[in-house]
C-alpha cells in the first residue's frame, strides 16, 4: 500500500464512535484526513487494471 495511505488510514484507527457520539476535534481529524487522502489519491499514478 502506499506510504501516504497507510498514514491516513493509522490516523483513522484512532477514532472511536465518530458516527455516534463525534466531537470538534474528532470531525476536525476526519475533515483533515479526507483532504490527505484527496492529495495522495491524486498524486498516485493510474495502474493498469488486467481484465480476464
Keep these: 500500500m502506499n506510504p501516504c495511505l497507510t498514514q491516513i488510514c493509522q490516523e483513522f484507527e484512532v477514532l472511536k464512535g465518530f458516527l455516534k457520539h463525534k ?8 475533515n ?3 483532504l490527505e487522502f484527496i492529495e495522495c489519491f491524486n498524486s498516485l499514478k493510474e ?3 488486467d481484465y480476464p
Design 23 to 30: 466531537t470538534q476535534e474528532q470531525e476536525t481529524l476526519v
Design 32 to 34: 483533515k484526513l479526507f
Design 47 to 49: 495502474e493498469k487494471l
